[in-house]
């Protein structure tokens, strides 16, 4: 009561061709009746939901069949987002905003802006839909650009929001530390840094008291500097 029913069928769908012959035949009155029909079959938007159900396997697009109409241009209404962490070799992956009518293609441009969003400018052949930071984005943030296009033309670009600020690649162990020193109560022991990938910025540290065998260990409390005396 008092809402719209939902109905499919012959009956529904023939006041919808009707109009759509009409209005085909107000630009093209010299049709015949095979030339319009023909109009109408071969101009629809394909759905793969209606593959082997209907002749056509797709919805009339009533635009195509009109000779001289042209489909609007793709209009955003939720720009684009991405995905992935903002790390240097880590691919960051663009996900599709919204548009209007539905496009039928994409393209990509992203760009590198300053660290808080700004100033942003194309970053040279990045217009895939993936993009995986170099050494040189450390320390920027990044967009992705979107444009959006169907027959009626290419959109102008929707803009992501900016990633967080780039960061290095973690640094990984090579070698490990070393310890120098004497190791007899009150003598002080230094670490001697290991060798470690990505150029670390700094090192946090955890003595270990172990058994005679170097096995059992566990954390000395409040011993976190790179010297222990014991």
């Known amino acids: 009561e008092n809402k719209y029913g939902y109905l ?31 109009d109408i079959l071969n101009n629809v938007q394909k759905v793969p939901a209606l593959e082997g159900k209907v002749a056509t396997g797709g919805i009339l697009d009533v635009c195509k069949a009109m000779p001289g109409c042209t489909e609007p241009i793709p209009v955003n209404t939720k720009p684009p987002t991405i995905t992935g962490p903002a790390e240097q070799g880590v691919t960051l992956t663009e996900v599709h905003g919204t548009w ?5 293609g994409y393209t990509y441009q992203w760009v590198q802006c300053n660290s808080s969003g700004e100033s942003c400018a194309p970053i040279s052949g990045a217009t895939a839909q993936t993009y995986v930071p170099a050494a040189g984005d450390v320390g ?17 670009p929707a803009t992501s929001i ?18 120098s ?41 409040g011993a976190t500097a790179p010297t222990y005396v014991p």
């Open 162 to 179: 900016a990633t967080a600020v780039v960061t290095p690649p973690i640094p990984t162990n090579n070698t490990p530390p070393t310890i």
């Open 181 to 221: 020193g004497t190791a007899q109560q009150g003598q002080t022991l230094t670490e001697v840094h290991g060798s470690w990938t990505n150029s670390p910025t700094s090192y946090a540290y955890q003595w270990l008291q172990c058994n005679s065998l170097g096995n059992g260990c566990l954390p000395i409390s």
């Open 140 to 156: 920027h943030t990044l967009k992705v650009e979107e444009r959006a296009k169907n027959a009626g033309g290419e959109s102008a």
């Open 100 to 104: 209007e009518p539905t496009p039928t």
């Open 8 to 38: 499919s069928g012959g009956s529904m769908a023939s006041p919808q061709v009707g109009g759509a012959a009409a209005l085909i035949l107000s630009h093209e009155p010299s049709f015949t009746t095979e030339q319009l029909k023909a």
